[in-house]
DNA sequence: TAAAGTGATTAGTATTACAAATACGTGGTT
DNA sequence: AACCACGTATTTGTAATACTAATCACTTTA
């Protein structure tokens, strides 16, 4: 879906396709990887560009390494699973109903509260912000610009927040929005369903109403959540 | 505080140390770094320990590096702040009162939510995790083991959640949890003091009632707010 | 004036060699 | 036979070096 990752450089690759495999579960925690040398090889890397992207893999928590033992992948518990990359990689390799269920309860917790408040303390131009990015939904013909113009609105009420650990969780809405998109039945057709429900939101966060604001989003969540198609990928 | 972070290999120590002069802000987003070259010999590494480091503060999206033009500090708005170094230098080097007033925030938004999904979704061994946590804050006679027993607490409380992304969040929670019981106005009379707003709350996702155990921890992290000492550092 | 080329600088990659940690087996001791 | 000490082999950690590729800045040229 949005997926403008260049590969810059070879390590950002091999970050990549190690960092599937492991998510995708082709390499299932406890398991090892052939030994640096060999990998390396296999992958026509080098032994330092193939280092390299371990540490990055190391740093998200999905392997370890030890002297004479080897790296192994790590348990699940200890994935930086808000990482950008790493949600990225589930959403693309199990997109299942249970994952796809905790992203929206996400959403359902963050935000409502973001959106409380943004209409508390949102500056004139973040309110602008949010504002173009409305009309941009409003405008598309689309679902490709619609798709854009939505993440960017959404975007723009975290910034909204004047926090930035709360921007940070954009990517866990991004994650959501992005498998939505894919996934919701609505899609095809009338695409712009949620207009009026963005502009009830957009509104309550000109007027700095929190508590309205905070009610309109839980609506919008909720009311996404049942536009899933139900089939899903049939997987637990 | 809770710091038992070991320097096991040159590239790791290499890492706090960049990530701390940035995040500190000696290093200024958009300033240049050295030539690796340079920057190796200073720091007495390898060039190939250096790079190893750099990879990971580039994937916390700390820095940027590019051929010709060399290595610069990104915008704050780029740091990948929910990284569990990235908050724990944070907390370290600059607790400022709006930044605990942010994580604060978020403490409000995260526990009183995951409270509630405990106490719907949570397993008895879960539940056992609660109760034994608990049971050290109760048992504990100092301040230290109180900090240990409290962390577990709320540690366990997002496990029971059974959402992988809520739980990632303990980070943060960790992070607050540290810089209050460094700043509280508390901490060193009656350490103990919410003690039974904890006993609410464990009860509450004991019985599987999710409004009485968000509501309860609401209370607790409100409560904890107006606990912390006023003077601060005085910073804004 | 602008376009094309040229050189210098810096990160990216590869290769090699050696250091350090440590699991495992070997041999000796009780 | 059980156990302890010790050496060795294996694997990651670190260093040094050489070269490649991108690109900025300058110069030359149309």
Known sequence: MVKPIVMRNLHSQVIQELGQ????GELAPGEFLPREELLAERMHVSRTALREAMKVLSAKGLIE???KTGTRVREKIFWNQLDADVLAWRCALMPTDSFVEKLVEMREIIEPAACA???RRRSPE???RIDTAYQGMSAAENLESWALADLAFHEAVLHATNNELMISLFSVIESALGTYFVLSAR??????YSLPQHQKVLEAIRRRQPEVARESMRKMVTDSRRNFR???TGKA
């Open 21 to 24: 495999l492991i998510v995708g």
């Open 65 to 67: 390494s030890r002297q």
């Open 117 to 119: 408040a943004a209409a």
């Open 126 to 128: 973040q309110l602008a």
């Open 187 to 192: 899609t095809a057709a009338n695409f712009k």
């Open 230 to 232: 139900r089939q899903g």
